[in-house]
């Protein structure tokens, strides 16, 4: 035959619980009318701290302009060659844009790098703020690594390209 055990504290007087709940004693009351127990019912959990309003627009506003950037640079990408035929008249090397299959493959290695990048900040951003917590930081981290990786796409394009390597290494005439 099995005894049921009692549950923690149920043979404990009020005295008894009042000192563990961390309550003042009881006063002296008359013997008549003694206090009947009452049950101590644990603190509700604290709710988390609301993330702060300005966190979160900043957030919206960085999370935004990398949209806009993403966006704006999936042309020049698609179309490197041009793009960089352009840079190379622009920083006045001479010479011709060459290396076309590389532009094309390599522009849409970085269309697809920034398109991930892009998702993956916005995905941690959003979880981060579904958790109340600072997300902020998380749009400049992606921007940085992202960027880094698009650049080294570039660069390999540009490097590989004998006559934009040619203009750079070539001095100035003048």
């Known amino acids: ?23 003042p004693p009881l006063s002296a009351e008359p013997a008549a009318s003694a206090p009947t127990p009452t049950p101590v019912t644990p603190a509700a959990p604290a709710a988390a701290a609301p993330a702060r309003p300005v966190g979160r627009l900043v957030t919206f506003v960085l999370l935004g302009f990398g949209l806009v950037n993403v966006l704006s640079s999936i ?42 990048g892009y998702a993956a900040t916005a995905w941690l951003s959003f979880r981060q703020l579904k958790r109340n917590r600072a997300a902020w930081w ?29 203009g750079l290494l070539t001095p100035p005439a003048g």
């Open 1 to 23: 035959m099995s005894v049921d055990r009692p549950q923690y504290g149920e043979y404990a007087s009020p005295e008894e619980q009042r000192a563990r709940a961390g309550l």
């Open 75 to 116: 042309p020049q990408f698609v179309n490197m060659a041009s793009t960089l035929t352009e840079s190379m008249e622009m920083l006045g090397l001479d010479g011709e844009f060459t290396n076309f299959a590389a532009a094309r493959t390599w522009g849409i290695v970085a269309v697809v790098v920034l398109l991930v």
């Open 138 to 166: 998380i749009p400049l981290v992606g921007f940085v690594v992202t960027m880094s990786l698009v650049s080294a796409c570039i660069s390999v394009v540009m490097f590989s390209d004998p006559a934009f390597t040619a």
